[in-house]
């Protein structure tokens, strides 16, 4: 047994500073192309496969709820679209009430895979491994959507989760939030024309923070669990954290 | 192919049609409706081939193409079966060969095909107690805007119930369940205390992908097949592209199919620790989950800082990958990747050394290596069952056989065995990772590929086991049909062998022992 | 006081007229006679309980002179009295439930109403009986008439097992009675009780021995209660509350007044014997009824456990009684009649319950009833506070006797015996184990038939019952109430059953002098500090003393265990009054929002997905079960070798009793009735030297006497 508890020191701290600073270790973010002006990039817009690079003012312009992270734009083509590695990419949806004080800082998650791929699903169980540890920022994920203050989706809506999905929300006490996890649950990404999937998630229950990201890495998920609380007041990081570049320097999280 | 095999063949079926391809030795066994269950349990029986899954077409007569995978580097066969396409009744194959079992049920979900002798269709992937009758999803005629289901139960529809004892009931678990476990609904067969017997109703998450991908380019389709399993998202591109790219008959650079095998065990090697993290949180040992969840960010942090992305998405290409390397990076990479896994020993002479843990692990869930192969099991989860399958040694694919790789396994078959199984092959995988750096050759890791009309399927071994897919191409180069045939489709089948008789307690660390996908499943 | 001859016509007249009208009319009208004459019998009965009570001594009634046999006669005294009481006490409310509950297609099956008429003149003569003959004839009587009963369903098992078992029983206590009355040189119990005084030891252990297994049968304490269950089961429901409060009582009846009257009260033998049978019999009998599915065999278990309880505080009063301490064994004595009474009581109601939810659900089976609450209310709220009484809870009758019960077992500290004291600490821990697993046992006998959801179509079409039917409950509901809020009535007339044989008043050691501000024995400061204890402010608020209290130790350093039911009551009340009204007016402001229930978002709950009843006690059979010994065996259906079809298993469960004694008794009755059957041959030769064995064997007995 003591092995372990010298295990556990021996690891140290590990947790993100985030969102006291920004976050520059490498790999945790796959970032999202970003098309700032540039002439000639059509081809890259044309390879676009989910429309998220449309062509605006002669360059490109990224609807990042459609952007899966296929780099079609910017390997094995010519002129590239560039790349950042951000990850602070939550939008605020719908003017459902703001969370009262108390349920702030102590938020209960009821997590529902709506037909998820597994990769959302991993970075949110991700989110309370200690790197991330979303517990020292009080969000706490529940079992039951009894006791939970806010709904996490993920993935396109499959059609036989829709009952459940349905039951959730509405087995939730008022005061309540929802918050769409993926481009999936967002515009039903690569799924958006599947027989079983061609229903969003905004089309069935009030949404409040979306979350892009084909998957959001655990900071996005962060970063969107703060907005939907209302504390974006407590973001400090910069805006963009340093690229995530290919290659090059050993990981930050190591420590 | 043995020739004392096709003898025993054609005496089953006297007019079978033999058909070997040159370049793969690939063979087809074309036989009649009759006979086609007996060649199966031939193949199945007398000649060590798994089954790996049914592909059924409805071309200008209904195909069924049951896939079988052998031991040897060509030893992959198809038995296929013909119908007109107003006939929809088949012999059952999984009477005899069990591994068809669910094979058989889907496409009768999804084709409406009837399968006589088979004793359990229905609500399977469409869920009976939603879904319209006669509403056949894959068939060509049928329209999407169609209403599929209700969003109110049928009256009366009941769910089923095998274990007969009084006072019995069913424990309901999801599909919303745990917290942030997969949509899966399990009913849980008990008279309290005692589970006797538990069946997962799954598909509660079908998209309908094989559909979704009809009628599109290959490198469409590439994206859906990547992103239905995220976590083995590498792999299925990879068996995806292998297809095309036998279809095509591409040859692909060496260089690609050195570093498809470095990202593919680099993906080997990440889910394994999630499998691992989630075993160890199963049994509630919280610092053994802490410290197994920092190696599963670490190997995700240097899958993005290398490929950028952390579940290798995006990088798989039919004829190649869409991007390369450098050594700096490679050799950067396996450095993190080496010191993940003395991490990983170290985190298992603890956990070894636990009782507490061990004692939650041992003799639960077991599985004989008689019935995994009856069910066809594969992955880690035969292999911890002495069923020792791995499409990487037996039909080496990239550059598996110029790195030597070997199998490992273990012979008990419970939950501990599932552990050791996952241990040893991450160390494999660092091993194959070492051998792909030290060999890799130089030169291009792309060469486009030119499409192709017809049909081929590949296997790959996925971290949860082999994954076979079906592709065939109009000649247009749009998919006319797709077939993704996954491991979590097979061991969720097998899943009730470690389901029986067992304490509610154990349940969850059953199913993290099993460390199967249910997105992978649900297609 | 009416003279006794308006009451006997009424008690056995009355029942007499009533049975036959009853079997003479039809619907209606039978039912009003059935219930008419059942309450005039019943009232007659209370009067006569009551002038038996609290007159000042026996009072004997001889009626006439049988040839051979001698004279025969009633008598009245406090024991009978006091079971006159109780049997009256549950006949009224139990004769007007089975008339009312009484199908007319059942009543034209069975003749229930004559059947329940005579047995209740029938228990009116074994209690009043005053010599061996009456007694017995009663005796008898009685026994056929619930054998009738319990074989107008549709297994004959259940009466011929109560009737061979009891048959057994009766011989005992015939010969036992028969010793008893030789040494008497009289049949008549007056004649019995005062010759007790110079029985020997050995004849004291045989009739004890004897007498204890024979009415043992009747009371259904171990060995010999293997015949109850399945005879409560068959007995129709109407008129099983009546036999269920009334008959068992009458086993009671005889131990207790073979033991206080008939036996010499020096020896501490039979006291032990009884604490530990009545201790084993409780754990046994609850453990079954935990474990039961069907409501009336799990009453019918339980009847066991109270009987066990009831010998139990029995057993440890004659102990006190024994080794002198008389206070101790008053107390004993009141605890174990008081069990009585209450048992009685609830038991009338729980079966009246039981019934009521046959009728309605048309199952006894707990795992096919469930949400029956919402359907029949009223029910449901009786069967409640009769399992509230029952387990024990406050403010009923139930927590008072078990109370007591418990605190008499405690009492054992003041015996100097180490190895009573260890008896004493055996059956206390026995007793416990058991009040706690009656709780679980009627937790769950009322969750799984009225909470939850219906698990079957008949549960879902259940309807509530008759109004007569419910008036009924609910008058039983309300003496299990007043018996639990007011003990302090009814045990000084307890008192006056016991103190005569305990040679103490309980009632004054119950209640100790020094609560009594007029004494000087004890200083005024004192017992200035008792009076917060409420022993008098009990006098203005409530017209009682509102507190049973016991006490031991000196008078300078005095023990007090105190309980007071009317405040706790009062607390109860006002507590969870004042509990309503903070969360009323906290929530003031507030609005609640009803959801359906969370059910992991399956997309219908179904009933086969809730909790049976089965899987409820499932707990309980594991962790006992090296006492159930459950022989299991499963078997596996598949199609094609591997298709898993079905899982069936079998799950055998034969009683501890049986297992243990019937089952080996029966394998070797039957062994040697094969060695007899091989001795019948057929060869002449053979039956000569058996004549010739018999012979030499004979003479051989002869020359040695």
């Known amino acids: 047994m003591s092995g372990w508890i010298i295990k556990g020191l021996k690891s140290g701290v590990v947790s993100t500073h985030y969102p006291d600073g920004g976050e520059n270790a490498q790999g945790v973010s796959p970032g999202l192309p970003s098309p700032a002006g540039g002439v000639g990039v059509d081809t890259p817009i044309g390879r676009c496969p989910t429309s998220a690079l449309k062509a605006k003012d002669g360059g490109a312009?990224?609807?990042?709820?459609?952007?899966?992270?296929?780099?079609?734009?910017?390997?094995?083509?010519?002129?590239?679209?560039?790349?950042?590695?951000?990850?602070?990419?939550?939008?605020?949806?719908?003017?459902?009430?703001?969370?009262?004080?108390?349920?702030?800082?102590?938020?209960?998650?009821?997590?529902?895979?709506?037909?998820?791929?597994?990769?959302?699903?991993?970075?949110?169980?991700?989110?309370?491994?200690?790197?991330?540890?979303?517990?020292?920022?009080g969000f706490f994920i529940t079992p039951t959507p009894r006791q939970a203050d806010l709904l996490v989706v993920l993935g396109p809506v499959a059609d036989h989760m829709k009952t459940a999905l349905l039951k959730a929300y509405e087995a939730m006490p008022a005061p309540k939030k929802v918050m769409s996890v993926g481009t999936c649950s967002a515009t039903g990404g690569v799924f958006e024309d599947g027989f079983m999937t061609s229903t969003k998630l905004e089309d069935i229950i009030p949404v409040d923070v979306v979350v892009p990201g084909c998957p959001p890495p655990p900071l996005a998920i962060l970063h969107g669990l703060l907005l939907v609380t209302g504390r974006e007041d407590e973001i400090r990081s910069d805006a963009t954290a340093r690229p995530a570049a290919d290659s090059s320097g050993k990981e930050a999280g190591d420590a | 192919m043995s020739d004392d095999m096709m003898e025993q063949i054609k005496k089953l079926c006297p007019k079978t049609r033999v058909k070997t391809d040159k370049r793969s030795g690939d063979v087809e066994f074309l036989c009649d409706r009759a006979s086609t269950p007996r060649v199966c349990q031939c193949l199945a029986e007398d000649h060590d081939f798994q089954f790996a899954g049914l592909v059924v077409e409805e071309r200008k007569e209904w195909e069924l193409n049951y896939i079988f995978s052998g031991v040897t580097p060509n030893g992959r066969a198809v038995v296929k079966t013909k119908a007109p396409l107003d006939d929809r009744e088949f012999e059952s194959v999984s009477v005899l060969v069990h591994a068809a079992d669910w094979h058989e049920r889907e496409a009768e979900d999804l084709f409406g095909l009837v399968f006589k002798g088979h004793p359990r269709l229905g609500d399977f992937i469409l869920h009976d107690d939603v879904w319209q009758e006669g509403v056949e999803p894959m068939r060509r005629a049928f329209k999407p805007e169609t209403a599929l289901s209700s969003r109110e139960p049928r009256d009366g529809w009941r769910p089923r119930k095998i274990v007969d004892v009084p006072g019995g009931f069913i424990m309901p678990i999801g599909p919303v369940f745990s917290g942030d476990a997969e949509s899966v609904h399990f009913q849980l067969e008990t008279i309290g205390e005692e589970v006797m017997y538990a069946f997962p109703r799954l598909f509660f998450k079908y998209r309908g992908v094989e559909k979704i991908v009809e009628g599109r380019s290959a490198e469409d389709a590439l994206l859906l097949v990547e992103r239905f399993a995220g976590t083995t998202a590498f792999s299925h591109a990879l068996a995806f592209s292998m297809a095309v790219e036998r279809l095509a008959k591409a040859d692909i650079p060496e260089r690609a199919k050195f570093l498809r095998v470095f990202l593919a065990e680099l993906e080997r090697f990440r889910s394994h620790l999630s499998t691992i993290n989630a075993i160890c949180a199963s049994t509630g040992l919280a610092v053994g989950a802490s410290q197994t969840a920092i190696l599963e960010e670490k190997a995700l942090r240097i899958s993005g800082a290398l490929t950028g992305h952390r579940y290798l998405f995006g990088l798989a290409a039919l004829g190649g990958l869409t991007r390369d390397f450098d050594k700096i990076a490679l050799?950067?990479?396996?450095?993190?990747?080496?010191?993940?896994?003395?991490?990983?020993?170290?985190?298992?002479?603890?956990?070894?050394?636990?009782?507490?843990?061990?004692?939650?692990?041992?003799?639960?869930?077991?599985?004989?290596?008689?019935?995994?192969?009856?069910?066809?099991?594969?992955?880690?989860?035969?292999?911890?069952?002495?069923?020792?399958?791995?499409?990487?040694?037996?039909?080496?694919?990239?550059?598996?056989?110029?790195?030597?790789?070997?199998?490992?396994?273990?012979?008990?078959?419970?939950?501990?065995?599932?552990?050791?199984?996952?241990?040893?092959?991450?160390?494999?995988?660092?091993?194959?990772?070492?051998?792909?750096?030290?060999?890799?050759?130089?030169g291009p890791c792309y060469s486009p590929v030119s499409f192709a009309k017809g049909a081929a399927f590949a296997g790959v071994e996925t971290p949860r086991g082999a994954a076979w897919h079906w592709v065939r191409m109009d000649k247009n180069g749009k998919i006319e049909r797709c077939r993704l045939a996954t491991p979590s489709f097979t061991n969720w089948h097998g899943?009730?062998?470690?389901?029986?008789?067992?304490?509610?307690?154990?349940?969850?660390i059953i199913l993290a022992t099993f460390g199967l996908s249910v997105a992978e499943n649900d297609r | 006081m009416p003279n006794d001859t308006i009451i006997f016509a009424s008690i056995f007249g009355g029942c007499a007229l009533g049975a036959l009208l009853a079997t003479v009319l039809k619907g209606k009208a039978m039912r009003v006679a059935w219930a008419g004459f059942g309450c005039l019998a019943s009232i007659a009965m209370l009067a006569l309980g009551v002038g038996g009570v609290f007159a000042e001594s026996a009072r004997h009634i001889p009626l006439w002179t049988v040839p051979h046999v001698g004279p025969v006669s009633f008598s009245v005294d406090h024991l009978s009295g006091f079971f006159?009481?109780?049997?009256?006490?549950?006949?009224?409310?139990?004769?007007?439930?089975?008339?009312?509950?009484?199908?007319?297609?059942?009543?034209?099956?069975?003749?229930?109403?004559?059947?329940?008429?005579?047995?209740?003149?029938?228990?009116?003569?074994?209690?009043?009986?005053?010599?061996?003959?009456?007694?017995?004839?009663?005796?008898?009587?009685?026994?056929?008439?619930?054998?009738?009963?319990?074989?107008?369903?549709?297994?004959?098992?259940?009466?011929?097992?109560?009737?061979?078992?009891?048959?057994?029983?009766?011989?005992?206590?015939?010969?036992?009675?028969?010793?008893?009355?030789?040494?008497?040189?009289?049949?008549?119990?007056?004649?019995?009780?005062?010759?007790?005084?110079?029985?020997?030891?050995?004849?004291?252990?045989?009739?004890?021995?004897?007498?204890?297994?024979?009415?043992?049968?009747?009371?259904?304490?171990?060995?010999?209660?293997?015949?109850?269950?399945?005879?409560?089961?068959?007995?129709?429901?109407?008129?099983?509350?009546?036999?269920?409060?009334?008959?068992?009582?009458?086993?009671?009846?005889?131990?207790?007044?073979?033991?206080?009257?008939?036996?010499?009260?020096?020896?501490?033998?039979?006291?032990?014997?009884?604490?530990?049978?009545?201790?084993?019999?409780?754990?046994?009998?609850?453990?079954?009824?935990?474990?039961?599915?069907?409501?009336?065999?799990?009453?019918?278990?339980?009847?066991?456990?109270?009987?066990?309880?009831?010998?139990?505080?029995?057993?440890?009063?004659?102990?006190?009684?024994?080794?002198?301490?008389?206070?101790?064994?008053?107390?004993?004595?009141?605890?174990?009649?008081?069990?009585?009474?209450?048992?009685?009581?609830?038991?009338?109601?729980?079966?009246?319950?039981?019934?009521?939810?046959?009728?309605?659900?048309?199952?006894?089976?707990?795992?096919?009833?469930?949400?029956?609450?919402?359907?029949?209310?009223?029910?449901?709220?009786?069967?409640?506070?009769?399992?509230?009484?029952?387990?024990?809870?406050?403010?009923?009758?139930?927590?008072?006797?078990?109370?007591?019960?418990?605190?008499?077992?405690?009492?054992?500290?003041?015996?100097?015996?180490?190895?009573?004291?260890m008896v004493f600490v055996a059956a206390g821990a026995a007793i416990m184990l058991t009040a706690g697993l009656a709780v679980t046992c009627f937790v769950r006998a009322f969750a799984m038939s009225f909470l939850g959801i219906s698990r079957s179509e008949k549960a879902a079409n259940a309807s509530e019952t008759n109004r007569a039917a419910l008036s009924t409950m609910a008058a039983v509901a309300v003496i299990c109430f007043v018996l639990g809020v007011v003990p302090t009535f009814a045990i000084p007339a307890l008192d006056r059953v016991v103190a005569p044989v305990a040679g103490a008043s309980g009632s004054t050691a119950l209640v100790p002098t020094f609560f009594h501000p007029d004494t000087d024995k004890l200083p005024k400061k004192f017992t200035a500090e008792f009076h917060d204890l409420g022993a008098q402010i009990g006098k203005d608020a409530i017209p009682a003393r509102g507190m049973v209290v016991m006490h031991r130790g000196g008078k300078k350093n005095p023990v007090v265990f105190a309980m007071s039911t009317p405040y706790m009551f009062v607390m109860l009340v006002v507590l969870l009054a004042a509990l309503v009204l903070i969360v009323r007016l906290a929530t003031k402001n507030r609005k609640v929002s009803r959801r359906p229930r969370w059910d992991g978002g399956v997309r219908r709950f179904l009933p086969e997905m809730t909790y049976t009843a089965t899987g409820f006690a499932q707990p309980v059979r594991v962790l006992f079960e090296a006492i159930f010994r459950p022989k299991v065996s499963d078997r596996r259906e598949s199609i094609a070798q591997h298709f898993r079809m079905s899982i069936q298993r079998k799950r055998e469960e034969i009683h501890l009793i049986d297992r243990l004694i019937l089952y080996p008794l029966a394998k070797a009755t039957k062994a040697v009735a094969a060695v007899f059957a091989k001795m019948h041959n057929g060869r002449i030769n053979a039956y000569a030297v058996y004549a010739l064995l018999a012979l030499i064997i004979f003479l051989a007995i002869a020359a040695a006497l």
């Open chain 1, 61 to 137: 312009a990224l609807d990042k709820f459609r952007c899966v992270h296929c780099h079609r734009c910017d390997r094995n083509v010519e002129p590239t679209i560039p790349w950042d590695s951000s990850y602070e990419w939550a939008e605020k949806r719908g003017k459902t009430p703001e969370l009262p004080k108390a349920f702030q800082r102590s938020t209960h998650i009821r997590v529902l895979d709506a037909g998820d791929c597994g990769a959302c699903l991993n970075e949110m169980k991700l989110l309370n491994n200690p790197f991330y540890n979303m517990h020292r920022l």
């Open chain 2, 331 to 442: 050799h950067t990479a396996l450095d993190g990747v080496a010191d993940v896994l003395d991490e990983a020993g170290r985190v298992e002479n603890l956990l070894v050394n636990t009782s507490s843990f061990l004692d939650r692990l041992e003799e639960v869930g077991a599985i004989e290596r008689d019935q995994a192969v009856l069910h066809g099991l594969v992955g880690p989860v035969a292999r911890a069952s002495g069923y020792l399958r791995d499409l990487r040694e037996t039909q080496p694919y990239a550059a598996y056989d110029k790195c030597g790789f070997k199998s490992v396994g273990e012979v008990e078959g419970d939950g501990y065995a599932r552990l050791r199984v996952l241990f040893r092959e991450i160390e494999r995988s660092v091993e194959m990772m070492k051998r792909v750096v030290a060999e890799l050759p130089d």
């Open chain 2, 495 to 508: 899943f009730h062998l470690a389901a029986e008789n067992f304490a509610f307690q154990d349940f969850p």
């Open chain 3, 84 to 421: 006159l009481i109780v049997t009256a006490l549950v006949a009224i409310p139990a004769m007007i439930f089975a008339a009312a509950t009484t199908s007319d297609e059942k009543a034209r099956k069975t003749p229930l109403a004559p059947l329940s008429l005579v047995l209740l003149a029938s228990v009116a003569l074994v209690i009043l009986a005053a010599d061996v003959f009456l007694f017995i004839v009663a005796w008898e009587v009685m026994s056929i008439l619930i054998y009738l009963l319990a074989c107008g369903g549709p297994k004959e098992r259940p009466g011929y097992l109560m009737l061979a078992v009891g048959e057994t029983g009766t011989l005992a206590v015939l010969v036992a009675l028969l010793l008893l009355g030789s040494h008497a040189g009289s049949l008549s119990f007056q004649a019995i009780q005062a010759s007790s005084a110079g029985l020997s030891a050995t004849l004291v252990e045989v009739v004890f021995a004897l007498t204890f297994l024979g009415f043992g049968v009747k009371a259904g304490l171990i060995p010999l209660n293997f015949w109850l269950p399945e005879a409560y089961t068959a007995i129709p429901s109407p008129i099983m509350p009546f036999v269920a409060g009334a008959t068992l009582n009458l086993g009671l009846y005889g131990i207790m007044r073979s033991n206080m009257y008939f036996l010499p009260t020096t020896f501490a033998g039979p006291g032990v014997c009884m604490l530990l049978v009545g201790a084993v019999t409780a754990l046994i009998g609850i453990l079954y009824a935990t474990i039961a599915d069907d409501f009336k065999t799990l009453l019918a278990h339980s009847s066991i456990e109270n009987a066990g309880i009831i010998t139990t505080a029995f057993g440890a009063g004659m102990i006190f009684l024994s080794a002198g301490h008389k206070a101790a064994a008053a107390m004993a004595l009141i605890a174990a009649l008081y069990h009585l009474l209450n048992h009685s009581i609830f038991k009338t109601l729980l079966f009246m319950g039981a019934g009521t939810l046959e009728r309605s659900a048309n199952t006894r089976s707990l795992d096919e009833m469930g949400g029956l609450l919402k359907r029949m209310p009223w029910t449901g709220l009786f069967v409640l506070v009769g399992a509230l009484s029952i387990s024990a809870m406050p403010p009923f009758n139930g927590f008072v006797s078990e109370w007591l019960t418990i605190e008499s077992l405690l009492r054992s500290v003041e015996l100097s015996s180490m190895g009573l004291k």
